[in-house]
């Protein structure tokens, strides 16, 4: 049986739903654009949950990413971030973590240093903005407090005997214990099932119940990102309140529960706000047209066909899809735009793994004009209506400079700065 086509009509449709994609739909949203949001959820689930701005440059760490910004523009006038003034990047930063905030996920508000956050390895990494359930952890470090990190027996990316052992010599009064999950004396524990555990209040009162009597002598206490999928800022303070402790979250190994919480609160919230959200699904087809660009997709409803006036290409880099590595070159391989990268494949690595300058298959992406709109080899517009978000584009190295967030949001609002001037004419 032949299933009928269904159509959408959209001022703007955002392709991928990862960081990127997201906040367009975000801002979109708040500027009354009707928005259809589809894609590959890419590699949010990947994520501790950590809004990074800019925390490395050359190596070093930058406590004043605001001010680094500057010296971005002038060592990389091709990134990403140089073309945008900072004040610009503030308001979408604040922007983007009020209204995650106003959906059930706080964050701790853009500041003008970076903070000093716990990694899943014990490590600390410049960050911007983090879960107001993580914000505990960054106090407690700086004012060196007594700290007990627990971990859960089964729980497997997460050890706290290796975070307190990593952060022993700067932080001489922390800790470390294994205790058991409630309700699970042994095999594996999952961190995502024990965050939906957790939701029950009466798992929240077991656990305290342990806390209270293996933390004595401590002032706070470090958990595993697991304290709730849902309304977790309520499961936080529930915890504190039960156990008597300052409690904070230690991201885990990926896939973690904070990206999966950005991702779960916002499939179920943004078709409520207006987003036509299709998720976990692939574009197969893009058509422009004169009048309109057409977008054919499947999903388990059958094919649907979306028209759009504008499209935005937020798809990510390489685990996502939104970037494809052959034998000899790399490509894009949804409009089959150009891609900047290395002359030949033997330029994509340099010889070691840990070699200071990173590698050159880091920096290619999609190149775009002013208005973060993709070009082609010539440097003119590949079309006036397609714009680029994230971290497809070109000349950044995210995992170097701790900038991905940064990327995907303030890109993601200048894109959209830009549609909306378009959309006007």
Known sequence: MKQETRYIDTELAVIGTGLAGIAAAIFALNRGISCTLTGNTGALAYTTGYLDLLGFSDSRFISAPWDALGDLAKSCPGHPLAGI????????????????????????????????????????????CVPLTMIKGITALHSKAPCTVFGFHGLK???????????????????????????????????????????????????????????????YLGLPAILGMHNPDEIHADLERLSGFSIFEIPTMPPSVPGIRLREIIEQTLPAK?????????????????????????????PIAITARTVLLATGRFLSGGLEAHFDHISEPLIHLPVHQPPSREKWYQEEYLDSRGHEIHLAGIETDGS??????????????????????????????????????????????????????
């Open 85 to 128: 003034a900072p004040t610009k990047i503030a308001e979408a930063f604040t922007e983007f973590t009020n209204f995650i905030g106003s959906i059930g996920v706080g964050y701790s508000p853009p500041g003008q240093e970076n903070l000093r956050a716990i990694t899943p390895a014990g490590t600390l990494k410049p960050t911007l």
């Open 157 to 219: 990316g997460f050890s706290a005997h290796q975070i307190a052992a990593n952060l022993k010599s700067i932080w001489p009064e922390i800790e470390a214990r294994t205790i058991h999950f409630p309700g699970h004396e042994s095999g594996e524990l999952y961190a995502e099932v024990a965050a939906r555990a957790l939701e029950v209040p009466q798992n929240r009162i077991l656990l305290a119940e342990i806390l209270k009597h293996e933390g004595a002598g401590s002032s």
């Open 274 to 302: 207006g987003i036509t959200m299709i998720p976990q699904q692939k574009i197969r087809k893009i058509e422009f047209h004169k009048e309109k660009i057409t977008l054919s997709l499947f999903d388990n409803y059958g």
């Open 372 to 425: 973060f709109r993709p070009l082609k080899n010539d440097g003119t517009v590949y079309d006036k209506r397609l714009f680029a978000a994230g971290i497809v584009l070109a000349h950044q190295d995210w995992i170097r400079q701790r900038c991905g967030a940064g990327v995907a949001i303030a890109t993601a609002s200048a894109a959209v700065d830009a549609i909306i001037e378009h959309l006007a004419q």
